[in-house]
T-cell receptor, first 114, second 119 residues
Framework: SQQGEEDPQALSIQEGENATMNCSYK?????LQWYRQNSGRGLVHLILIRSNEREKHSGRLRVTLDTSKKSSSLLITASRAADTASYFC??????????????FGKGTLLTVNP | GAVVSQHPSWVICKSGTSVKIECRSLDFQATTMFWYRQFPKQSLMLMATSNEGSKATYEQGVEKDKFLINHASLTLSTLTVTSAHPEDSSFYICSAADRGEFSGANVLTFGAGSRLTVL
């Protein structure tokens, strides 16, 4: 079942602006990950945040996690046209072995206009 | 870094035929691989967990006789869509975990996906 829900479903911004995407989930998690998918392609891992972490940075990406609200946000700063893609959050409940299953949200389609 | 190769990247077949999709970990061994299905503009739905040397674990609602999974080696898992029908047309994506580093907080590597169109 899909427990991650992203909003907005679609986001259109101008180059240079910041883009914020949100993800909510329903059950307890081990970690939460954000992935990027270009149209018709596979997924690229962006960042992982553990359940005991509240914020994480990677380049122009900033992820927050609020386990009390069961929500996460992905901020992309100074967006570029090349950032245009679908962004998915995915939650992991278990640890190791076959319990390490990703449950994906519905995704946010980000369009960055040059 | 870790690379997962999927083949074919796209395939068109006639209704009633079977199609095999391969998922290979190129530079690492993968005890566990995962198969996902994605409909246009939708999210990824986990179909099954493929375990090397044992039977795959299927998610609820996924027909094991329809989607045959074989994980015969530590670098190869295959998904065979048997007696394909137009409703099986979809984007199938695999992912794999590095056997040497697999733990609760490591990242899976995804293949580029295989687009199946059943006529």
């Amino acid at each position: 079942s899909q427990q991650g829900e992203e909003d907005p479903q679609a986001l259109s911004i101008q180059e240079g602006e910041n883009a914020t995407m949100n993800c909510s989930y329903k059950t307890s998690i081990n970690n939460l990950q954000w992935y990027r998918q270009n149209s018709g392609r596979g997924l690229v891992h962006l960042i992982l945040i553990r359940s005991n972490e509240r914020e994480k940075h990677s380049g122009r990406l900033r992820v927050t996690l609020d386990t009390s609200k069961k929500s996460s946000s992905l901020l992309i700063t100074a967006s570029r046209a090349a950032d245009t893609a679908s962004y998915f959050c995915a939650t992991v409940r278990g640890r190791g072995g076959s319990n390490y299953k990703l449950t994906f949200g519905k995704g946010t389609l980000l369009t960055v206009n040059p | 870094g870790a690379v997962v190769s999927q083949h074919p990247s796209w395939v068109i077949c006639k209704s009633g035929t079977s199609v095999k999709i391969e998922c290979r970990s190129l530079d690492f061994q993968a005890t566990t691989m995962f198969w996902y299905r994605q409909f246009p503009k939708q999210s990824l739905m986990l179909m099954a967990t493929s375990n090397e040397g044992s039977k795959a674990t299927y998610e609820q609602g996924v027909e094991k006789d329809k989607f045959l999974i074989n994980h015969a080696s530590l670098t190869l898992s295959t998904l065979t869509v048997t007696s394909a029908h137009p409703e099986d047309s979809s984007f199938y994506i695999c992912s794999a975990a590095d056997r040497g580093e697999f733990s609760g907080a490591n990242v899976l590597t995804f293949g580029a996906g295989s687009r199946l169109t059943v006529l």
